[in-house]
């Protein structure tokens, strides 16, 4: 047999899992497939996905809501009850399967009507091939209903009640049940055991599949490109924007994202690096600020908490962007008040000496060469001079100790 753990919202990345883990089982000939469970819900394409790979399984699926303290909510009930053996850890709690909308908008009354009879009939129809509470299942999407393992049990929605796998093996060696067209016998006494853990691949997937990480990927994608197209040439915060802004869209599209929040989050980044080239005495920088945090708020529009951003993660995202945009305008106003030291302005101020007498014109010898001079007095021949001016080839002068000589 073979045992695999899923735990999080479901997702292309859950469905993926699943979808191998059942490749696996049927490669290796295995009896079953334990499809240990924790989940708050998720997409409806993807549990869809899920329940298409179980029903078209050589092997039985057996579902297993566990550990202690999990749960199969929403998505999770559908998947359970799809199961060939439905089994659930005390503590645990299945239901809360109405359907949600996603895409940060509202769905008008004829839509959730029909999302509704959609979800009802899907739901039934899965309750009436696995003999289990059509009723139950109705509510659980109609009214939101929940249960714990004791009650999901006694109202016939599971089979079995295991503290953990080990228990659940010991309760399902013997268990008869039907595949298609045949029963089988599952025996578990002597089975040997084959755990089939999530590949760093779908880990990695998983993981920036989470709101708080697309919110930081689309942070660091958008000043990543903004940042090239500042300073062309640069490469690296392109490579870094834009591999960051795809992997944040990747993750973007398994969550209730509202468009108007992207914009607005987009808007207030730009706002901020535009505070850097143009002088606004600060608006842009607090327009940046406002849209930011407004589109912070707006991105995820559900009341779910796995689907909200963490404010420990928005409030110093925010402070992170003003921060780095108040460093770039100290360096620039530090810049602007530093002497130029190339060019022609990087001569005004240096030091040097006449090389010939200066009446007012002359010589002089400064970084190494001869210029023609004019001062604004009389300078002897070898006497320190400083550059005031550069006019073209010419630099006006001024002696660093003026002394009254006669000749």
């Not at 960051?244 to 992207?262: E, R, T």
Request: proline content about 4%.
């Amino acid at each position: 047999m073979v045992t695999a753990a899923y735990e999080g919202v479901i997702n292309p990345v859950a469905a993926e899992y699943l979808q191998e883990a059942i490749a696996l089982s049927e490669k290796a000939s295995a009896q079953f497939l334990v499809f240990q469970l924790d989940t708050p819900g998720g997409l409806d394409t993807s549990m869809r996905s899920m329940i298409k790979a179980m029903t078209g399984s050589q092997i039985p699926i057996v579902v297993y809501v566990g550990p202690t303290g999990g749960r199969a909510a929403s998505a999770g009930v559908f998947l359970t009850l799809a199961a060939h053996v439905a089994a659930m850890a005390p503590g645990t709690n299945i239901g809360a399967a109405h359907p949600v909308a996603m895409g940060g908008g509202e769905m008008d009354d004829v839509m959730k009507e029909k999302v509704e009879n959609d979800a009802v009939a899907y739901i039934r129809s899965i309750a009436e091939r696995r003999g289990r509470n059509v009723e139950w299942a109705e509510n659980a999407v109609k009214k939101s209903v929940s249960a714990t393992s004791t009650q999901a049990k006694e109202l016939g929605l599971i089979d079995l009640i295991a503290s953990d796998r080990r228990d659940l093996l010991q309760q399902l060696d013997g268990w008869e049940l039907a595949l298609g067209e045949k029963t089988m016998t599952l025996r578990t006494k002597d089975a040997r055991i084959q755990d089939f853990p999530m590949s760093w691949r779908l880990e990695a997937m998983k993981a920036i599949s989470d709101p708080n990480i697309a919110y930081v990927l689309m942070t660091i994608g958008t000043i990543g490109l903004i940042a090239e197209l500042y300073s062309p040439g640069a490469i690296l915060p392109g490579i870094v924007g834009a591999i960051s802004l795809i992997l944040a869209f990747y993750s973007l599209q398994s969550l209730p994202v509202n468009y108007a929040g992207v914009l607005l989050f987009i808007l207030g980044i730009v706002m901020l690096v535009l505070e850097v080239t143009v002088t606004s005495y600060g608006l842009l920088a607090i327009g940046g600020v406002t849209a930011m945090v407004l589109g912070s708020l707006f991105l995820i529009n559900q009341d779910f908490p796995y689907y909200q951003i963490s404010w420990s993660v928005i409030l110093p995202v925010v402070a992170l962007a003003v921060g780095f945009t108040f460093l770039v305008l100290s360096f620039g106003v530090k810049a602007l008040r530093t002497q130029t030291v190339t060019g022609r302005e990087g001569m005004i101020g240096l030091i040097g000496s006449a090389k010939t007498r200066l009446t007012p014109h002359g010589k002089i010898f400064v970084q190494g060469e001869i210029w023609n001079a004019i001062s604004s007095t009389t300078v002897s021949k070898g006497e320190p001079i400083q550059v005031t001016r550069v006019d073209g080839l010419t630099v006006h002068v001024k002696p660093v100790n003026p002394q009254n000589e006669s000749e």
